[in-house]
Structure formats: structure tokens, C-alpha cells
């Protein structure tokens, strides 16, 4: 039977709740955020009528629960209007296991508020998604870094950050700026007076770090390997990409100059820009237990959370079976890498967390 066509799944997690029974790395990063979503409560203007909070780029809602459920919270200890949370990814985001978190984690907090409505929006955030002047609070975590689009392929690593390739850097980074800007144009019309967005994102730190590099080199040696051995092609190789940029301070900065002006002439203002640390989540349970091979596949497995559906797409000429054989080997020699050391690939994630209020 031929293959039938998929719809590009760049920048999605992988499906069937995957992702999220992975993501402990990114739910400590959203954790890092809370402090400032409670700010952005507290400066919010009540004028009594319902509230509008934006979770972007929600994947499968596992890590949105604990900070939907403090703003509510703090929202609800000021006023006791009805609260719409809606959750948006791209279209081929898996909406379904979404859906299921948000009726069945003890966390959520469908369970523990009253008036509380949830929708979605499957669509991306370089784009406009809500009326003007109605968001009351946005809130976005590891998420920001994923770029509109694939700026091309990468010679030499599938993170181009490790690249030495000086056209696919530059091209990355001038993704990167037109879509940040292009972000808070939209939320700039989004937001209501005095509404806030807050976010936690990755950093790329003044030395050109981020905190995980060692792990990631190990799936590009399994990359590497890979292509060596022929069970992908050179092709193939390039077009494997992480699509992302990790911004610098300056470039979350650059846009406020020192207020950020969006198309309709609303204004917002940066409030904080702060770095964090986030430790590796799995090292101490290597630690307690000495066992590197659950330590190495924790890890993978965190890796093909993120990256997986990316992968996939440059192997849209391969049977799926195929390709679905050729990523499982790829993440299980990724694991078996990391396992050979835990504590010298032990991530230590330099992360950022900001927050902007409109101000006019
Ligand atoms: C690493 S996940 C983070 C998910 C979740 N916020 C968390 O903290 O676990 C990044 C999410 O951003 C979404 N994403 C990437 N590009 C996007 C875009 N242009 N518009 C909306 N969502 C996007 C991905 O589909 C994915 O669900």
C-alpha cells in the first residue's frame, strides 16, 4: 500500500501522552514561574467581568496544571468571577491525551474550582489567537524557543547551538528575532490593560551555554553513528534538526527599547527578566539507586519527549515502520550513551523567566 501523506508534526510532542509521562525536566521549569504568575495576579485590574487565562503552547497538559491551578487560586481570593482557561498548541498538538489530563490528574483544576470553563485553540502563537483587549493573563513555559518554522538543514549537529556551520546559526538567529517580535505584536493586542504574560524559557547564557550540552551530545554521536553505519542517509542526517533557538538575555531584551510598541499601538512593558537554575531531575534517583541504565533511558526518553515528531518528518520518505524502527534504535543507543556516565552528562539547565505587563 503506499504511504499516505502526513501532515508535518515539526514541533509537536510525541503523541499518546508520551511527552508528558517524560517531561519532569520541563515541569520544574514550569515550577520556576509561579512567583511571577502570582505578580501578574495581583497587578491584574478586576472590573468584575470574566477572566481569560492562556496557557500557549500547553502540549498535553500536564505541566499546566499546578500553575493554572495557583493563578486561579490567586485570582479567586481577590473576585469570584467565572475563569476561562484555554489551552493552545499547533494543530497536530495530541489534543486528545490534553483533554483526558485536564477531566482525570488529581491536579487539575477542573477538580478543585467551580466556574471554571477549559477550551483549546490549535493554532500557532506567531499568529493572532484572541480578540483584542481580552486576555486577562498569559502564561507560556518551555516553549518559547521553538521557532515558526524549520530555517533549514544543519551539516554538522542536530542542535544549532553545537553547530559550527556559521549560515545555519545565522539563520536561526534571525528566525528567532522576527518571530519574538512577531509574538508579543500578537499578545501586545491580546492582552487587556494591566493583564500580564509571564513565561519560563531556556537561556543561552553570555558563554553560549545552556546547561546540557553533554546530553545532547549524545544523541549526536548516536546521530552520528547512525548515518555512519548507512541506516539514515547524509540527507537525512541534516534534515534531523532541533528548530529551536535559546535566546541570550540581550535578545529577550532587545524588542524593549525600553517599551515594546505592538502594531495597534498597545504597549507593553517588561517587568522582570530574571535567570534560574534548574537542576537535572533524574540524577538523584541515580544517585539513591546506582542504576545507570534507568538513568540513561529517563533521560532518552526526555530527549524523544521533544524530539521525536520532529525526526519523524525528515524521514517522510521511509515507510513508517521504517522510520518508527530506525528512531526507536536511535533513542535506545542515545540511552545506552548516557548511561555509560551519568554524572558527566548531568544536565544543569540555565533557564529565564519574564514578565511583561500592558501598559497602555
Ligand atoms: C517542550 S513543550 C512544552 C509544553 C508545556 N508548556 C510544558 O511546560 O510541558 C513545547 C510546546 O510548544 C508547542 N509549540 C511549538 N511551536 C509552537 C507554535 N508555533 N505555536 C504553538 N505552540 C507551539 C509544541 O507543540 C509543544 O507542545
Redesign the pocket.
Known amino acids: 500500500m503506499p504511504n499516505q501523506p502526513t501532515r508535518a508534526r515539526t514541533?509537536?510532542?510525541t503523541p499518546d501522552g508520551f511527552?508528558?509521562r517524560h517531561?519532569q525536566t520541563?515541569?520544574g521549569?514550569?515550577g520556576l514561574g509561579l512567583p511571577l504568575l502570582l505578580r501578574a495576579a495581583a497587578a491584574l485590574h478586576l472590573n468584575g467581568t470574566p477572566l481569560q487565562l492562556a496557557?500557549?503552547?500547553?502540549?498535553?497538559g500536564?505541566?499546566?496544571l499546578v500553575p493554572m491551578g495557583a493563578l486561579i487560586d490567586a485570582l479567586r481570593a481577590r473576585g469570584t468571577q467565572p475563569v476561562s482557561v484555554v489551552h493552545?498548541?499547533?494543530p497536530t498538538?495530541d489534543w486528545a491525551t490534553l483533554f483526558h489530563v485536564l477531566e482525570t490528574d488529581p491536579r487539575s483544576y477542573l477538580r478543585h474550582h467551580a466556574d471554571v470553563y477549559a477550551s483549546v485553540v490549535g493554532?500557532?502563537?506567531?499568529e493572532r489567537l484572541f480578540p483584542p483587549d481580552s486576555l486577562s493573563i498569559a502564561w507560556?513555559?518551555?516553549?518559547l524557543h521553538?521557532?515558526?518554522r524549520v530555517p533549514g538543514t544543519i551539516p554538522d549537529h542536530f542542535f544549532v547551538h553545537r553547530s559550527a556551520d556559521r549560515a545555519a546559526r545565522d539563520a536561526y538567529r534571525r528566525q528567532s528575532e522576527s518571530d519574538w517580535t512577531t509574538f508579543l505584536g500578537h499578545r501586545c493586542q491580546e492582552l487587556r490593560p494591566s493583564a500580564g504574560l509571564v513565561w519560563v524559557d531556556v537561556l543561552r547564557r553570555d558563554d553560549d551555554t545552556m546547561g546540557a550540552e553533554a546530553l545532547f551530545d549524545c544523541l549526536e554521536s548516536a546521530l552520528r553513528a547512525a548515518r555512519d553505519a548507512g541506516t539514515i542517509t547524509a540527507g537525512e542526517y541534516a534534515t534531523m534538526v532541533y528548530p529551536t533557538w535559546f535566546r541570550s538575555l540581550g535578545e529577550f531584551r532587545a524588542p524593549f527599547t525600553p517599551h515594546f510598541m505592538g502594531p495597534s499601538g498597545a504597549t507593553l512593558q517588561l517587568e522582570e527578566l530574571e535567570p534560574v537554575e534548574l537542576p537535572d531531575p533524574f540524577l538523584e534517583s541515580w544517585r539513591i539507586s546506582g542504576d545507570a541504565d534507568a538513568y540513561g533511558r529517563a533521560q532518552a526518553a526526555f530527549l524523544q519527549g521533544?524530539l521525536e515528531p520532529s525526526f519523524q518528518d525528515a524521514l517522510k520518505t521511509r515507510p513508517p515502520e521504517i522510520a518508527r524502527g530506525i528512531l526507536t534504535s536511535l533513542f535506545s543507543d542515545t540511552a545506552r550513551r548516557i548511561a555509560q556516565d551519568p554524572p558527566a552528562v548531568s544536565p544543569r539547565y540555565h533557564l529565564v523567566r519574564g514578565r511583561v505587563t500592558r501598559v497602555a
Open positions: 514541533g509537536v510532542m511527552y508528558g517531561a520541563q515541569g521549569a514550569a496557557d500557549l503552547g500547553c502540549a498535553q500536564t505541566n499546566a493552545t498548541d499547533l498538538n493554532r500557532s502563537f506567531y507560556t513555559s518551555s516553549a521553538w521557532l515558526s521533544f
